[in-house]
Structures are given as C-alpha cells and as structure tokens.
C-alpha cells in the first residue's frame, strides 16, 4: 500500500460479505492517511472518502467527481465527541435532532472551527457533518477516528450511486479503494438543515421529512428552491446548487391525476415512434403503458420508501438502455414525496408538465 498512491493506480476492491475485517480497515485507514480516495457505503448512496482534514485530500475528491470547487462537502463521523474541534457554537435544536436522529441520514450545518479546511466548505464560516448509521461506515470512520469528507460517489451531475457496480462504473482508476457493501437502503441523500439560522431551515429533504423533524423543531423552515422548478432559484445546500441526478438522456415529469398522467405518456408515445422512450411508471399503472422501448416500475405508490430507494438506480438504466427521453411520473408533495420530488426535479433540469 506504499506505492504512490497520490497517482491514478489500479483500484482495490474491498469484498465486504457480514461484517468488515481489522485487515481491510488498516488499508482504508492506511490510505486515508496517506491523502488517498476510499469509496465506502452509507445507508443513503455510495461516499466518496478523504481525510476530512487534510486539504490535499479534499480536492483529490473534487478532481475524482469532476465536481465545482465551491461546492462544499459533508464531513462524516462516527461519535459525537468527533464534532470537538471542527464545530463550535452548538445550537439547541441541533443538540436535539442529533439526539434524535443520529447516527442517522440526517446531515446538520454548524458553525465551522479554523480546524476546518476551506477545501471541505468551499470557503463558507459553516461545516456540514452527518453521523450515519450504516454498520460498514459506522466501523470505517469509528477504526480511523477523524472526519471523513464524503460527497455521493458518483461523477458529479449524474444520478448517485446506491452499488457497488455504479460506482466501479463511475470511479474505477480514480480512487485507492472501493468498498462493496451491498446496496444502499435509503437511496437518496441526507435530509440537510441549517442550524445556523433560527428558526433551522431545511437546504434538501431526504428521508427524515420535515414532519420527522417538526417533532423537534415545530417551526422549522424549508428553503424554496427545494420543490421548484425555476432553476434561476439559487439552492444552498451541497449536492443541490448544480445540474444533478441527470440521466444522459431528456427527462420529464408528469403531475396530475394519475390516469390523465398515463393517457399524456402514452399519447406521447405514440407520437414519438422514432424515439427510443423510457417509462418510469409505478406498480399501480405499469400494465397501462405501451409503446415505448423501456418501461419499469420504481414500487408502489404505498411505499415512498421503495420508490426513492429506486430512483437513482432506473435512472442509470435508462442510460444503459441508451433511450433519447425519459417519462416519469410524479408524486404528492407531501412527506417523502417532498425529496422524490426534489430529486425529479434536478433530475428533469426542471421540465415538469402539470396541470394533467
């Protein structure tokens, strides 16, 4: 493990089958240190690691995503006594949701420390750090015992990796180590709040909702660019500001009542009979779909959990099925149908046909 690992090499493979091996941590451990890229699982998507410390590292991370410098990262750790000497000024409401929430797929901006390297904030006076709850990276980051920077592991603007084999795809030659732990459950990324602020603000919805997190924080906010389509509308949380999610091809969502949604696609199809058409459609109207080259379900609209633990994954088969644009149907605004929405949103660069 001592060659020069600053250098783009061959990549390691790390097997994980039950339970993570003190061998396979000294490795990861050892390239940490050494400034190098580790590619582990979350319960959320696939991170790309660095020492969240070493600012070398930090943009090895950004050069790997092809990923804008003044996006800033989420810094990873596995007890909350790690937040000593990166964050300061605790608010109350953050002590409260990590209480709750922790370790968990929940990701809170605080006040940084000069500890903190600009290259982890993109310059801001603010860190954003999360504690997750998946076995693999909860054993990484506990063996290491240092922050981990690890934005989604994926090139940037394309949909997250939630496998190991998107990610081999994606980052294979450009990183020291990729961890193979299974899928990720969650699917989607952290819920993000700003606690700097008061009342706190949510920058992106994940899977703790915002009536998860009113539970604590009744009066939370939530920042407008989240559920809307005008681009024009700068957001502020890392992993939302740019084009992200996007498959190759042209997407649009559909948002309605459900049959005028299925009779619109369809129709569609129908007059598009040179162009190769993906559907992604849902257990309830899957049957009704005809006509277009590709057509998958993301679950059942009974179980949002389902669906956006899906969504990234149809999204990349889209593009392994090289079709020239993308139908997907919408979801209710509420609850998790709040960062399904988000991530259509970014996904369709914004192009939404409502009113149906």
């Known amino acids: 493990m001592q060659k020069e690992r600053l250098n783009i090499m061959e990549t390691k493979i790390i097997k994980v089958d039950n339970k993570i091996t003190e061998n396979q941590l000294k490795d990861i451990k050892e390239v940490f240190d050494l400034g190098g890229l580790v590619v582990f699982p979350t319960e959320t998507v696939y991170g ?7 600012p070398e590292a930090l943009k090895r991370v950004y050069k790997a995503k092809n990923r804008p410098g003044d996006n800033p990262l989420i810094l990873h750790i596995a007890e909350t006594s790690q937040l000593e000497g990166i964050v300061e000024n605790i608010s109350e409401d953050a002590k409260n949701m990590m209480e709750m929430f922790w370790p968990g797929p929940l990701t809170l901006i605080m006040n940084r420390t000069k500890d903190v390297p600009n290259e982890a904030t993109a310059g801001l006076e603010t860190v954003a750090v999360r504690m997750p709850e998946h076995e693999i990276a909860r054993d990484i980051l506990s063996y290491c015992n240092k922050p981990i920077a690890a934005p989604s592991a994926n090139l940037s603007g394309k949909p997250s990796t939630t496998s190991f ?13 990729i961890v193979d732990g299974g899928k990720a459950s969650v699917g989607i990324e952290s819920t993000v709040v700003d606690t700097t602020v008061n009342p706190p603000l949510i920058l992106r919805p994940g899977k703790i909702t915002r009536e998860d997190l009113e539970v604590i924080v ?8 989240i559920i809307s389509k005008d681009e024009s509308i700068i957001p502020k949380s890392p992993g939302q500001k740019y084009k992200h999610y996007a498959p190759k091809a042209e997407a649009y969502c ?3 009542n459900l049959d005028n949604v299925v009779k619109e696609i369809n129709k569609r199809i129908a007059e598009q009979k040179n162009e190769k058409i993906a559907v992604l459609a849902t257990d309830e109207t899957i049957d009704g779909y005809e006509g277009a080259h590709f057509i998958t379900s993301l679950g059942s609209r009974e179980n949002l959990e389902e669906i ?11 593009d392994d099925e090289k079709v020239d644009m993308i139908y997907v149907e919408g979801f209710e605004l509420r609850g998790l149908g709040v960062s399904i929405m988000n991530r259509l949103l970014k996904a369709c660069s914004g192009r939404v046909v409502f009113g149906l």
Do not use: H, T
Request: net charge negative; glycine share 12%; hydrophobic share 40%.
């Open 48 to 54: 790309l690691g660095a020492d969240g410390l070493n």
């Open 165 to 177: 084999e998107r990610v081999f795809e994606d980052l294979n030659g450009k990183v020291e180590i």
């Open 218 to 225: 009744p009066n939370i906010g939530i920042d407008e660019s």
């Open 254 to 256: 559909f948002v309605g």
């Open 308 to 318: 956006a633990s899906n969504l990234f994954e149809d999204l990349r088969k889209c």
